[in-house]
């Protein structure tokens, strides 16, 4: 009974991460009825994938702006100007593909650290810098490419965005399982596993676990369940076509970034950046950097985004990545980022960005029109936020002391009492790390 | 005084899991001021919501009657209409609106859906001279100081034809003389038939001018005090609050003073913006090993800004001087270089700039040393896990554990974690500015046994105070800082409040 309880206790204090999980099981299944079992079938959990990892990509480094306290309105507009600028590279100065990929990536960094510069060193708010940035970059894509679509581009490069891991070694006509997805299926749990059950041993040796071993176990099980399915899903099922390389990419970067998150320093600097800026500032942060590198970083997975959306559709045209980066903030956001920064993480992101990326598929297989979608991914932002935002009222008011739910007076006071506070110390408002307080 | 007010009849609040609230009474005399002491979490501010109908009826057991009437207020507006005007200790006016705007916030005086702005600015004046401020009442809320803001919720309150005043803490943000100034008024108000209820710490302030003293103690009505006729000292109510003796409120220790460890000579600080503005003029001063060295001075006398600036140049622009440790002078020009040459400085003001609210404890324990607990850019998770843990531990943490969000602290707790930071990044040197703001009287005693421990330790310690007592009680030299300039320097044998008020008033010398 009480073994129970303490579960439910801890499933309880988790429900911020695992919510989300259930929301997309939840989706995936009522779309999975709705559309007759068409939804998970090899091919069409291929396309959702390779249809949305750009987006996906773009929700990495969106979501680590987003916790530093940032927004980024330009990821769309760079993805399409590095996608024509590695278009023109290759097509008019005959660069061999490995080169314009690389020359990509860098130009994306350049065009990161252009931002970032106005961000972190001038100062202007980023969501004006990465406006203009939205803005300058869709002019030069549309100069550099004097408004004509560049296409075709070489094989080798379309295999980014489009291609899969050798499935010509085993067509499915000679061979009923697809051997490299089934070995990297597998690679890819015992990965997993290992690395939970070795933090946990870990943490068990230094008496830290906190998490009930049952719960441990069913998480475990979980992600079995999900990468095997997955792997069946690509490499056994009928019509499957091998691993798409961008799924190893993503993967890659999904494990990369989580890491980066959580345990580097950088990591922790972002949080602690986008939780309380002036606090980071004087623990001896170095915040203007951390603001820097994170837009230079956003800049390269914004290149890379335009690599693999240009080579998924075999041309770099002016108007390529409308609107990604309104998906890739809603990804974040659905995936429990805090508007107010500090609070997010990688895989609630990428989470977020399938949600609304099973909805788009789930509702087209069902043939509902575009309008219609757009008007329910705009619902589903919306309620997945204010479920948040309930959620941390709920929680998040209890105290030594804890407070009855908010009314709406006690709301108003609470928003008020902020900006006098604020306004009590004029000369901090404008503070940057070189000014400080007025009065002591 | 006339008959009661108010009474407030076995008021019980229940919040899931906990009384905060448990069969209070509180009955208060027409035009008598009464006093609510208790620390921190004691149950002063529930009972005040209560009261002020933020808790409406019927979410709390027992009766409350106002005039003679038993009332039962839905919201603030309603309690507001019966002349009950709650003041919060975190003012709530609107900074970009003028005085007169935000007097009437939710009042406006309209002839025809539209703002009469003549008669606006008009009344607002009277009500402005009735709590004797003779500012313009066009001026912008920014542009007043803290204090006067404190005047204007008053006439604020006043436009609402208050008869019962509740101010919560209201002279925490205030200095010495905006403080005396408010309670003057209070009295003032005293006279003209208004009866007012003060939630306060300070207890020289109670004892000045309350008529009565309820101490509330983990939730409960402990005793009702007659200021008037007895002879209440500070201490009897301290133990009211406490439940204890509080014979030493500062523990004692035996200084032992090493070598000098931390010297700044010639220190000029410019205003961060007004660059031809000194705020910081010339200041010398020097800190040894195991001594605790306090600065005084008023509000704007430039404690924190010299403390800032000193402190990685945090504060000011054009910066001169030089900063030693242990004899060599050090270059310190961003926060960074601070720490790593050993120096800490612990903010006064911990919920802007000490702490990360929305993190957890032991993130906030590590934000100032993560390299201590990384390898190549990785941090070491168990071991944050474990060090943070034993500050917890050593520094007595309320919290069930130290993954638990520091935002949901108490204000004691939140500064055990800023010391437990800054005492991690292993300093030399500790700057602490106010290190008591806002906790309660328990945990002052923890921290001042901190302070002791550091000093103990070898380390150098400043603190930064605008409680003399306080300084008076835990220094071993204290420096005297006024208008930017040292103006004095005592040791603790020699120094008395007067002696220390009149440095720290002290003009500039020509």
Redesign the interface.
């Known amino acids: 009974m009480s073994a129970l309880k303490e579960s439910l206790g801890f499933l309880a204090s988790r429900m911020r991460q695992i919510g989300i999980f259930i929301a997309l099981i939840v989706i995936v299944v009522l779309f999975q009825i709705l559309t007759d079992g068409r939804l998970l079938t090899a091919g069409n959990v291929s396309n959702i994938i390779v249809q949305n990892s750009y987006i996906l990509i773009l929700a990495i480094g969106m979501v680590m702006v987003i916790i530093a306290g940032h927004i980024d309105l330009s990821v769309g507009s760079v993805a399409a100007f590095v996608g024509a600028m590695s278009g023109i590279m290759i097509q008019q100065w005959g660069a061999p593909w490995w080169i314009a990929i690389i020359a990509s990536l860098l130009i994306g960094a350049l065009v990161g650290a252009w931002q970032g510069f106005w961000i972190a060193f001038v100062g202007i708010p980023a969501f004006i810098v990465t406006l203009a940035g939205m803005l300058i970059f869709r002019g030069l894509t549309q100069i550099v490419l004097g408004n004509q679509r560049i296409t075709p581009f070489p094989n080798e490069y379309r295999q980014l965005g489009g291609g899969y891991v050798f499935p010509q070694l085993f067509p499915a006509s000679t061979s009923p399982a697809e051997w490299i997805t089934v070995g990297l299926g597998i690679l890819a749990l015992i990965m997993l596993i290992g690395s939970q059950v070795k933090g946990r041993m870990s943490r068990v040796k230094h008496g830290l676990e906190s998490e009930p071993i049952s719960w441990f176990i069913a998480k475990l099980a979980f992600t079995a369940i999900l990468v095997l399915g997955l792997t069946y899903l690509l490499g056994i099922a009928p019509g499957s076509r091998g691993t798409p390389i961008v799924l190893i990419v993503l993967g890659l970067l999904v494990v990369a970034y989580t890491a980066v998150m959580s345990r580097s320093v950088f990591g922790r600097h972002i949080y602690a950046r986008g939780g309380n800026l002036h606090a980071a500032q004087l623990s001896g942060i170095k915040t203007q950097k951390v603001d820097f590198y994170l837009f230079v970083n956003m800049g390269v997975l914004a290149a890379l985004a335009g690599l693999v959306f240009t080579g998924r559709l075999n041309s770099a045209g002016p108007g390529a990545g409308n609107l990604f980066e309104l998906d890739a903030i809603a990804a974040a956001f659905i995936g429990g980022a805090a508007v107010t920064g500090g609070i997010g993480t990688v895989t609630g992101a990428i989470t977020g960005g399938l949600i609304m990326g099973v909805l788009n598929n789930g509702m087209s297989l069902m043939g509902v029109s575009t309008d219609f979608q757009q008007f329910i991914k705009g619902l589903v932002l919306l309620l997945a936020v204010a479920f948040d935002v309930y959620n941390k009222r709920r929680t998040g008011g209890r105290r030594s002391q804890p407070k009855a739910p908010m009314t709406a007076s006690t709301a108003t006071i609470s928003t008020e009492t902020a900006e006098t506070a604020e306004a009590g110390k004029p000369d901090m408002q404008k503070a940057n790390a070189k000014t400080g307080p007025a009065g002591s | 005084m006339g008959a009661g007010i108010l009474e407030m009849r076995s008021i019980t609040k229940t919040?899931?899991?906990?009384k905060?609230l448990q069969d209070v009474n509180l009955s208060v005399a027409r035009g008598e001021v009464h006093a609510i002491c208790g620390e921190n979490?004691a149950?002063k501010s529930?009972l005040m919501k209560v009261l002020s109908?933020?808790?409406?009826h019927g979410?709390y057991e027992g009766e409350i009657l106002f005039e003679g009437k038993p009332v039962s207020f839905r919201?603030?507006?309603d309690s507001e209409k019966s002349g009950i005007v709650i003041i919060?200790q975190?003012?709530?006016?609107?900074?970009?609106l003028s005085i007169a705007e935000n007097i009437f916030l939710g009042n406006e005086i309209q002839s025809g859906g539209f703002i009469d702005w003549n008669k606006t600015n008009l009344e607002a004046a009277k009500l402005l001279a009735r709590v004797g401020l003779s500012d313009n009442p066009t001026t912008k809320?920014?542009d007043i100081?803290?204090g006067k803001?404190q005047l204007v919720e008053i006439a604020k309150a006043l436009s609402k034809q208050v008869k019962l005043l509740i101010l919560d803490e209201p002279t925490a943000?205030l200095n010495d003389e905006d403080s005396a100034h408010l309670l003057d008024l209070i009295k003032h108000l005293q006279g003209q038939g208004i009866t007012s209820i003060i939630i306060s710490h300070k207890l020289n302030e109670i004892k000045a001018i309350a008529d009565k003293v309820t101490i509330i103690r983990d939730g409960r009505a402990i005793e009702t005090l007659d200021m008037k006729s007895d002879d209440i000292s500070e201490n009897r109510i301290i133990k009211g609050m406490v439940g204890r003796d509080l014979e030493h409120r500062y523990p004692d220790r035996t200084p032992k003073i090493g070598e000098e460890i931390f010297r700044v000579e010639d220190w000029t600080v410019h205003h961060?913006?007004e660059h031809d503005r000194v705020v910081i003029h010339g200041a010398n001063l020097n800190v040894r090993a195991g001594e605790v060295v306090g600065i005084a001075?008023l509000?704007?006398?430039?404690?924190?800004?010299l403390a800032?600036?000193i402190?990685?140049?945090?504060?000011?622009?054009g910066i001169t001087g030089r900063v030693y440790m242990h004899g060599k002078e050090v270059k310190v020009k961003?926060?960074?270089d601070?720490?790593?040459n050993g120096i800490a400085?612990a903010?006064?003001?911990r919920k802007?700039?000490?702490?990360?609210?929305?993190?957890d404890i032991k993130?906030n324990i590590?934000?100032?040393a993560?390299?201590k607990l990384?390898k190549r850019?990785?941090?070491d998770?168990?071991k944050e896990?474990?060090v943070a843990s034993d500050y917890r531990k050593s520094m007595n943490i309320?919290a069930p554990?130290v993954?638990s969000v520091t935002?949901?602290?108490?204000g004691g707790n939140q500064q055990k974690v800023v010391l437990s930071?800054w005492m991690f990044s292993d300093p030399d040197v500790l700057i602490l500015?106010e290190p008591t703001r806002g906790i309660d009287v328990g945990a002052k005693y923890e921290i001042y046994t901190i302070i002791n421990r550091l000093a103990a330790e070898g380390k150098a310690v400043i603190v930064?105070s605008s409680e003399l007592p306080e300084l008076l009680g835990i220094s071993d030299r204290i420096y005297a800082l006024s208008e930017g300039h040292i103006t004095g320097e005592m040791s603790i044998e020699d120094a008395t409040p007067e002696a220390l008020m009149q440095y720290m008033t002290k003009e500039k010398e020509k």
Do not use: C
Not at chain 2, 299 to 305: I, K, N, V
């Open positions: 919040f899931p899991g906990v905060a979490g149950g529930t109908g933020v808790y409406p979410s919201d603030i507006r919060h975190e003012l709530a006016l609107s900074p970009y809320i920014t100081g803290v803001q943000a961060p913006t001075g509000m704007g006398a430039g404690r924190t800004e800032m600036s402190f990685g140049r945090s504060y000011g622009s961003t926060v960074s601070a720490i790593a400085y903010t006064e003001d802007r700039y000490g702490l990360n609210l929305i993190e993130r590590s934000a100032a993560l390299g990384a850019g990785w941090v998770d168990n896990y474990l309320k554990s993954s935002g949901q602290l108490s930071k500015d930064i």
